[in-house]
């Protein structure tokens, strides 16, 4: 069985790779290794082999898997990049570096009461439903300007880019390029973008976090 070290390995030349033929700097491009479903035990391979990014989908699995492995590596940054519920605003706010999955007015204002009574700002990012997907959460991208413009005005949160996942029975570039022609109009300088099927893709079109899981950790 291929280790979690070689995987990181393997994954980080495709990343690197990627951005070469982007004409970017690879070290533009953050992998966030996404380790839901997957035991503290896994997290703490990838630890040891450099990795420091990690992407959780559940508030409450994270809780449970990431303080102790904080204490031990500092330097670990969390990201929740699931659908998030404004009565787990609170505990995200706790304990995540960076929330992905900003989507709606009312989770924007849970968030910002949150940031205020545990005295820490994560960093935000907004979910675009990109593709339009009814079953897909996400802010429509016709609304996007004016959901920022209340995350920032309104309630004074740090959006710091955008988030998407296209439709899987698309191509994904075209969601990408118009993902990065969003960022830019916004001034976001943060895209995530991009998972283990479409990645390479989403560099090509300026992604500057690429979130992979099943290619490092395997299948769960």
């Known amino acids: 069985m291929t280790s979690i070290a070689e995987n990181l390995r393997q994954v980080r030349e ?18 966030v290794a996404v380790s839901k479903f997957h035991p503290a035990e896994s997290v703490a391979e990838a630890l040891a082999a450099g990795q420091v990014v990690f992407g959780e ?12 492995l904080r204490a031990a590596h500092p330097s670990l940054r969390l990201h929740i990049i699931g659908a998030l519920q404004t009565n787990k605003a609170r505990d995200a706010v706790r304990i995540a570096d960076v929330i992905e999955s900003l989507d709606r007015p009312k989770l924007a204002a849970a968030l910002a009461e949150a940031i205020v009574r545990e005295g820490r700002s994560p960093a935000m990012l907004v979910q675009v439903n990109i593709g339009r997907e009814e079953q897909k959460a996400g802010i429509d991208p016709d609304a996007l300007d004016d959901f920022v413009a209340e995350c920032r005005e309104v309630h004074r949160l740090k959006i710091g880019g ?10 994904p570039a075209p969601h990408f390029a118009a993902m990065a022609e969003a960022a830019s109009r916004l001034g976001l300088p943060v ?9 390479e893709a989403a560099i090509a079109h300026g992604a500057t976090h690429v979130r992979i899981g099943t290619a490092i950790f395997g299948q769960r």
């Open 14 to 31: 495709r990343v690197a790779g990627a951005a070469t033929r982007a004409g970017r700097d690879p070290a533009t491009v953050s992998l």
């Open 57 to 68: 989908n559940r508030v409450q699995e994270a809780a449970g898997k990431f303080p102790p």
């Open 162 to 171: 955008l988030m998407c996942i296209p439709p899987a029975e698309d191509d």
């Open 191 to 199: 895209l995530s973008m991009g998972m283990s099927g479409d990645f």
